[in-house]
């Protein structure tokens, strides 16, 4: 039998669709995700990974000088994309958001963004979100990161001309489903513009403000 | 075979828990709700029918001298029970849930109480219910219908003190899943203090309302 | 990237709804639960949290004099709201459920109220909640903890004035589901007036029944 | 192509298993009916259908001397099984079960037994039950027909020695899932000693019911 | 607070429903199940634990005198009820599901019964079931556990008279769904005659047997 | 806006697949058939459409000199592939699978291939299956299409060495969930060797009959 | 009761999110309709509703001059918003997808944009695909439209630099699950910067589009 | 209680069926899978088991002199069918589905196959699929496994003439479901000529592409 061939990188991406390849660190040996960030790093200049298994994180940035480590979610990056001027708003709805909501935002600063942080304005008490509302209005993007009923991306939507792109959380138990409910909340919600993915999916908010604010 | 016998009136059931037997009259001909109404009022001086067949009701209520049709649910009540001076609120995301707060709504008034109606007030605008909060917060009881993501019985009740009651209602398509994405919201819900009722139950939540007020 | 604020406590909230802001402490660390025990207590001589884990339960209560702990549910409270007059019912189906009944009860308690306890009245032997039921009638509102099948809240519902709230409970297996099923089946249950909270929140449960006894 | 031959009869089936077989009449044409119905009678003198399209069933039984008609479920039968000495109850939640408990009942006598009929004994005014009970302890089996939370079944296995044959119906609507709930419900009784048939299968719980009093 | 009661026996259960009462062990502490136990021991002469956790069993033998343990199930009976002449099958349809069907004929040997097993006659080797056909007709009830698509229980039930109990299990992966694919399977089955009980539940099967040949 | 376009006929999919495109003619309108089966047909020589509406069928037969039609399915033919001298077995459960099992046959002969019918062979009465095996083991595949809880597959598999496919029917009511069970079931069956497709697809199921025969 | 008030228009949200109010026709009469087509366009000389169902459509717009109908999904504009010079990509995968993506293609162009129609594109044909895709890349931002397995979005965001939404719709059958698979199919995408909107929103894309191209 | 008795081997399975039997090794013992090994290696000159435990691979390979280990799935083989000169391609969408496409590989090579791996050709990054098409249009069977949103079978199945066998795998979160979504997105593909078979079963896909290639 052949021998099975270790992700073989698509160093072309970056250019192609605007989001470079990064590695999804989760399942990957230390050695495998080592030599993944260094393959990506010596030939862009820039590298990162996402959920980093907690026992790998000091070894990996030991490994691979430069790096920098976001704590919660476990991203690791070895520099990053030319700085622009753009600001992103990273809402969340409750401090159990802050893993997802903190990989977003390492992920838009490696990519060369600003990102506003406004944390802990859920809908149960809404007037705290009023209070944070025109710093995100002035956003070229935002994201909401909620979890249990979801329903803070609705209400953002309702008051902002960004697009809205809304991340589900796996936080709450019993009916919350882990982040289904969430999911099926945020896509049909009564707010028109806003965009979905999937569960706990920080990077993938990221990298698709990163496409609003890049693309043409 | 023993004849079937035709739904056993069961006349104790509002001294023993305070809700007095009303007719489910879907799915019942138009003779048997005639019947069942006659022999409601005949006794307590006071009959409820929910969901009378839109092609039942015009004749309904020629057969019963007195009848109060509710046009939108197709409730249709005889007499009602002693005003109170409660005002319990009615609160609505949208036109297209006003079937479900309608019948909650009449059924209140059949039950003797006051009902405060707030439409259109989804969390998409909620600058909306802004303008109507103090009328609700001084009512007893707050019923909040909600289709699709379902989230306003959440933003509701980070606002009063009145214990809340979550109507989802099967308003919405696709991921709406026809009610349950908004009754799995309302279950996870952030905002403590929110009882929740079956998918479209407008009848079920007066009904608990009406228990809250009047027992004791 | 601005450092994650944690969370930020909303201190008006108590006043706001009635119910005063608690810490639910699962997946926080000691010192953070510690943190904001302290700041709700400083600031309204009151504090509750719920669902601590397991191994920081002895160093919380340590870190907190006067802390009061729930054994089985982790809940831990330090001082009370002022006593009421107000005695509110307990019910559940199996031994397996008392978690979460003492959960609620535990947070009754602590909002003030009484908890009359009544445990192990499961619908296979229906005799034994007839057992308790005048003192159950005698309570202001019922809260009812059941898993497997869910059926008790419908039960009771059936015999006594007072609101029912239903908490479906994870216990069970197979078709159990994980509390999904309970949940389903009190949100249709034949008897009117039952408001149901999500799996296995005997806090949220509590909340409801204060806001119902001290609202208006 | 070969033609496609019309639904073999499996004659033998009633030795082997001890239920003959029988006519699943929904989505057959009334031709197909009749000729089915003629063939199972004139090889063994009895023969019977269930679920006969409302439109047909004048007509089968005009095309078909000596039928008998079920009206609600739109059974039918020509001849019945040797009548034998043994009652088997069949208990309904309400009367909106009756076409599935009627469906059962005459499937019960068409074999040859006494089928003692209990209806509107729902969980929701449980004291109705009580004054049925002593009736459905005298048979050998009882059948427990219930929709929406379907819990009759776990309070009526805790009141007899007879084994209880559950079967859920898909009244309701909502979190009642079309009898998902009902069946999940009884699937997860605390009362033990339930066998739980298909959603709305009244002939398939007399079948088994049938089997039990008549194997070895 | 009131303190929370132990599990209160229900020591009539046995006369009223011809079920003993008996211990679901999982989920209480060694120093409950060996009480319990002693409980119901000491009234009836007979005592029933299923479920008993795997790191418990030596403990609770050692302290029950007498006790007979089951070593896959986890099951321990202290005594048993009296002999019968009734046989009932355990017909099982892979190795993996050997846990359950011990349950079950661990619990009809405790309830007095004979219990024939027949052991990997799955459908995907259907001529394995034939050389068993005769032993398993001459039964009085058959029960039948299987896993992954639950066929089973229909092959059976087309080719004897006895009642056949269907207890679908967790085995399998993927689209197996736990255990729930199994269990809707045996719901639809196409064999009239198969009553069904929840996933992985031996004793209920058991107990259910035991009703059938025990009830009048 | 440009005007939306017509299906595009994929006109090389036949030399690229070894599968012609077909017409999916459901949701279409007549003229839109007309006009695909043309085109198809002049190109080829051989055109085919799955699901016409009944209400089209004898209008599109009329418009298409030399059609030929499939009268349960709805399936229509133009001319045909050149015949080969394999035979594809195509068994199933029930008489109400015959809609599915008509279609994968008339496809399999509008693709030259001789296709075995064997009807009615469910696993309720399984002898009959033996009857027909030897005819059925002569076969290059197999095709099995049941629905309710889906056995069959299983049992063929485990009884011919030509590869299986499983096609899910939506026959059944209840916990068949139209289909979903079938498919499940299929899915874990205990039998190697079996493909499965979409539930009702007798077509896809013919199509990779054919892929199997005619590759390479 | 006070009684219910119309839909009351929340002409702000033009100003406050980008997204003018429109109106959702299906479930209201046609006076309402047109009453709301009337208010919306004196106020802001532009309405648009969606979803006008097939029998109000000419009366609709003869009440209405200068009406515009899509004559697939039944959407109708009175006026436009200012042209742009922006284009965006419609793609589509079959012929059945034609609905939603019509929706979209028009919605965007009553905003003033220019859609780009790609239609029968489908992943089991990918060369055709390829010849569009110079194009779509020259569009600021991609909406992709796609049923069953709903795979597309994902193969488009693997080769443009622009955003892309992805809105998966009911078509298909069986396992599609009426449009919930697509969703969580691209959900799940393996190429990141997809945000997903509700099975079949085409309008919701098409206001997510225009937040895209239009904020800041 | 009757001994419950080992798995009985079905050594005939070979003959009857082209599929020698295997060991599922997953929830055995060590000394259980030794000796069915053994069993197996005895009788037919081949023994083949898969998903061994981790904690068992060393000691079963060193307990089975010639023993074969495949490291990432766990499977296990005592010698090999005969060679054949069929190539049989195993494309897979990313490394993490490699622990499935290894298992399928191993078994088509211990059951005498060539199997052409193609690793890493996800469908958002299509082109590399491009480059590999020749070598895989030249294998009589195409096994596909794929994770997340499933889609790469549609894309390969639009592409050659062989029958293409989907292997959905656990491969993603959120959702992913574990692999449900893949299941049924792989089950409404677009292409026709996909046969299905459970998620992560790697050995079952390369099973029926055996039957594919070794039947008649």
Redesign the interface.
């Known amino acids: 039998?052949?021998t099975?061939?270790?992700?073989?990188l698509?160093h072309e991406?970056g250019v192609?669709?605007?989001?470079p390849e990064v590695v999804?660190a989760a399942?990957?040996t230390l050695d495998e995700n080592v030599a993944l960030m260094r393959g990506l790093f010596e030939r862009a200049g820039f590298a990162l990974a996402t959920r980093v298994p907690a026992e790998q994180r000091a070894a990996l940035c030991e490994a691979l000088p430069g790096a920098v480590l976001e704590p919660?979610s476990g991203a690791v990056r070895l520099g990053a994309l030319p700085r622009t001027t753009t600001s992103i708003a990273v809402v969340c709805?409750?401090?159990?958001d802050?893993t997802v909501?903190?990989e977003a935002?390492?992920t838009l600063?490696a990519f060369g963004h600003d990102?506003?942080?406004v944390?802990?304005v859920?809908?149960?008490?809404?007037h705290?979100l009023y209070d944070a509302i025109e710093g995100i209005r002035a956003c070229?993007?935002v994201i909401v990161v909620a979890g249990?009923?979801?329903?803070l991306p609705?209400?953002v939507?309702?008051?902002?001309?960004?697009?809205?792109?809304g991340v589900?959380t796996?936080v709450?138990?019993?009916?919350?489903?882990e982040?289904?409910?969430?999911?099926?909340?945020?896509?049909?919600?009564?707010?028109?513009?806003?965009?979905?993915?999937?569960?706990?999916?920080g990077?993938?908010a990221a990298?698709?403000a990163?496409?609003?604010v890049?693309?043409?």
Chains 1, 2, 3, 4, 5, 6, 7, 8 share one sequence.
């Not at 859920?122 to 809404?126: D, E, L, M, S």
């Not at 939507?157 to 792109?165: E, F, M, Q, S, Y």
């Open positions: 039998m052949e099975s061939v270790l992700a073989r698509d991406r192609r669709t605007g989001v999804f399942g990957k919660r709805a409750g401090t159990s802050l909501a903190d935002a390492f600063e990102a506003l942080r944390t802990d859920g809908v149960a008490g809404i705290r070229r993007v249990m009923e979801g329903a609705s209400v939507a309702g008051l902002v001309r960004a697009p809205v792109i589900p796996s709450g138990y019993g009916a919350a489903l982040g289904v409910t969430a999911l099926l909340a945020m896509m049909t919600a009564c707010a028109p513009g806003i965009g979905v993915v999937n569960i706990d999916n990077f993938g990298a698709l990163h496409k609003i890049t693309a043409k």
